[in-house]
């Protein structure tokens, strides 16, 4: 069973940052043995994958509209997953989750992901 909890959202200029955490409360099996992913979903859109990182290899996935701007980490010691936003965008803006999977590898469907957060806005202006 794995709890997450989202933090770090806001208000922010155009251009600007922000760090994005999730922190997960695990039982029955290790935080670092979830792959964990980051989706986002604007108003009237679908949700749709941001970022991941698998537990197995450590390699992550972005989307290519976030690619060299956005950036997901993990501690596991912590049992926390960042995503580190920078160059924010107005169309960065969203209602940002994070889910855990128990895959070996992240997915980008939703579907593929087994407990999400509740989520925390990102509000960009422009």
């Known amino acids: 069973q794995v709890q997450l909890v989202e933090s770090g959202g806001g208000l922010v200029q155009a251009g600007g940052s922000l760090r994005l955490s999730c922190a997960a409360s695990?039982?029955?099996?290790?935080?670092?043995?979830?792959?964990m992913g980051w989706f986002r979903q604007a108003p009237g859109k679908n949700r749709d994958v941001v970022a991941y990182?698998?537990?197995?290899?450590?390699?992550?996935y972005y989307a290519d509209s976030v690619k060299g701007r956005f950036t997901i980490s993990r501690d596991n010691g912590r049992n926390t997953v960042y995503l580190q936003m920078n160059s924010l965008k107005p169309e960065d803006t969203a209602v940002y989750y994070c889910?855990?999977?128990?895959?070996?590898?992240?997915?980008?469907?939703?579907?593929?992901?087994?407990?999400w957060g509740q989520g925390t806005q990102v509000t960009v202006s422009s």
């Open positions: 990182i698998n537990w197995s290899d450590g390699a992550s």
């Open positions: 695990v039982s029955g099996r290790a935080f670092s043995t979830y792959s």
């Open positions: 889910a855990a999977s128990r895959r070996f590898f992240g997915s980008r469907s939703e579907h593929d992901y087994d407990y």
